[in-house]
C-alpha cells in the first residue's frame, strides 16, 4: 500500500515530534482515498503520555462529524515515540483495532507509515505503508477556526 502524502506535512510531524521530548505527541491525518492533505494535532489525553498516545475523542468525534458533513475522511493518525524509534511499539500492538486506519509513527528524526491490518497474522499486526511525498496540494476548503496543518 502507497500512501501520498504532502512533505510540508511530513515536515510539520517532524518537527512537532521532535519539540516535544517529554510526551507523545498525536493527531488526526485527513484526506481522501489514500491521499493525506492535512494533518491535525490533537491533544495526548493518556495518563501516560511520556510512553502513550490517546487522542482526544471531543477531536476525533469532531472530526468524523465533519467528514460526515462532506469534510475530508479521517484517514487515521499519528503520534511520536520521544526516546523511540519510528516504529510500532509492543503498546502500540496492543492498542490498534484492525480497521486498516493509516498510523504514521514519528521517531529519531523519521516518519514511518502502518497499515492496522486482521489480528493474528504471523508478522503482527501492521503492514508497512510506502510514503510516497507529494508537493504541497493544493490547500483543501477549510472553515476560519481549522487548526488543520495542511
Ligand atoms: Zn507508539
Not at 462532506?70 to 524509534?85: C, F, I, K, R
Request: charged share 20%.
Amino acid at each position: 500500500m502507497t500512501v501520498t502524502i504532502s512533505s510540508d506535512v511530513l515536515d510539520f510531524i517532524r518537527a512537532a515530534a521532535a519539540a516535544s521530548r517529554g510526551a507523545e505527541i498525536c493527531g488526526l491525518l485527513l484526506g481522501e482515498g489514500n491521499r493525506v492533505v492535512a494533518a491535525r494535532p490533537c491533544a495526548n489525553i493518556s495518563s501516560e503520555p511520556w510512553h502513550r498516545f490517546e487522542i482526544d475523542p471531543v477531536a476525533l468525534i469532531a472530526a468524523h462529524r465533519a467528514a460526515r458533513g462532506g469534510g475530508p475522511a479521517v484517514l487515521g493518525h499519528y503520534h511520536s515515540h520521544p526516546t523511540g524509534l519510528a516504529e510500532p511499539s509492543a503498546r502500540d500492538a496492543a492498542d490498534a483495532a484492525p480497521d486498516g486506519a493509516i498510523w504514521l509513527i514519528a521517531g529519531g528524526g523519521r516518519v514511518t507509515g502502518w497499515r492496522a491490518v486482521a489480528m493474528g497474522r504471523r508478522h503482527g499486526r501492521f503492514d508497512p505503508v510506502t510514503l510516497a511525498c507529494a508537493e504541497p496540494p493544493v490547500a483543501p476548503e477549510r472553515d476560519a477556526s481549522s487548526r488543520d496543518f495542511a
